[in-house]
């Protein structure tokens, strides 16, 4: 069965320092990999994705990922974290021989402070 | 450039009384279209896709309902609503034409906060 794994409930991290969101996947096929951000009583917002090539994906407002495949993970990581950084983070996946569906993470709540 | 639309942002209803969550995509033509739940601030439960007009499929059996009954328009609705329906409902698009794999990114709208009392 495919499946998304994010095994903090929450990361603390000071501003100015790096972060790391973890996300670990268990696909059939070729995975597509995806983050998303959500900000207090608001939508998704789509940060990046992985669907082939370079292993490291750049995305929005700073952020990088790292798909690995032979650890089937997909961190979300930043060099250096911004208060405004502060929000729920979703990891993604939908094999190539899916549907439509994706597969999402339980959410990791990212705090950063001053 | 396109929008979605979803309305309204907040909705408290007692239990037995009927909903409609509407959701509305501009700037696109024939686009996926998506009801996902979300409880508690948490992880996503997708409800009901929709590949075009009339066509919807469902992967929860549950106390909703889903319509499309124009290309850019997702309606969400329950008869009769429970408790266990409260939750924070997000409509979500994403384009239909070229590959399904580069076009997988989802725009969400800002979602309704639903509570049954």
């Known amino acids: 069965a495919q499946s998304v794994a994010q095994p903090e409930d929450q990361v603390n991290v000071a501003e100015g320092n790096p972060l790391t969101v973890k996300c670990t996947y268990s696909v059939s096929g070729n995975p597509y990999l995806f983050w998303y951000v959500q900000y207090p009583n608001r939508g998704l917002q789509f940060l990046l994705k992985?669907?082939?090539?370079d292993n490291l994906v750049k995305g929005s407002y700073g952020f990088e990922a790292e798909f690995n495949k032979s650890q089937t993970s997909f961190h979300l990581k930043k060099p250096s974290a911004l208060v405004s950084d502060s929000a729920l983070y979703f990891c993604?996946?939908?094999?190539?021989?899916?549907?439509?569906?994706?597969?999402w993470g339980a959410g990791t709540k990212l705090i950063i402070k001053p | 450039s396109q929008t979605i639309h979803q309305w309204p942002a907040t909705l408290v209803q007692p239990v037995g009384s009927p909903l409609s969550l509407e959701c509305t995509v501009e700037g696109t033509s024939n686009p996926n279209l998506y009801w996902y739940r979300q409880a508690a601030g948490r992880g996503l439960q997708l409800l009901f896709y929709s590949v075009g007009i009339g066509q919807i499929s469902s992967e929860v059996p549950q106390n909703l309902s889903a319509s499309r009954p124009q290309d850019r328009q997702f309606i969400l609705s329950s008869k009769k609503l429970l408790l266990s329906d409260s939750g924070f409902y997000l409509c979500a698009w994403s384009p239909l034409q070229g590959s399904l794999a580069t076009n997988e990114k989802l725009f969400f709208g800002s979602g309704t906060q639903l509570s049954v009392l």
């Open positions: 993604a996946v939908r094999s190539s021989g899916s549907n439509y569906q994706l597969i």
């Open positions: 992985y669907i082939t090539g």
